[in-house]
């Protein structure tokens, strides 16, 4: 059974940063991409970055600079360093895998950017 488990959120201030991780279980990692994404509420998710099995990364322009994807296949954990943190980044994140056949979701994590 493929389980994906986010932790790190919370609230913090404007400016201020937070480290997401998400930690998965019941697949093999190193074949899957890896992503973060995000919906706030009356929104659809969307992309917020991604790591691809080759170390590939993408990131929404709206966090270019700000945010940095990691992967580490030997712990099977994924990463989203958040620095600069502003009030519309306010959302539920959420740790993606997906190969060309499965694509596998978390449970999603609050993440709050107010003062």
């Known amino acids: 059974q493929v389980q994906l488990v986010e932790s790190g959120g919370g609230l913090v201030q404007p400016g201020g940063s937070l480290r997401l991780s998400c930690a998965a279980s019941g697949m093999i990692f190193s074949g899957y991409d890896m992503g973060w994404y995000r919906q706030a509420p009356g929104k659809q998710r969307d992309m917020v970055a991604r790591?691809?099995?080759?170390?590939?990364?993408y990131y929404a322009e709206s966090v270019q600079g700000r945010f940095t994807i990691s992967r580490d296949n030997a712990k099977n954990t994924v990463s989203l360093q958040m620095n600069s943190l502003k009030p519309e980044d306010t959302a539920v994140y959420y740790c993606?895998?997906?190969?060309?056949?499965?694509?596998?979701w978390g449970q999603g994590t609050q993440v709050t950017v107010s003062s």
């Open positions: 993606n895998g997906a190969s060309p056949s499965y694509n596998y």
């Open positions: 790591i691809t099995r080759g170390y590939i990364v």
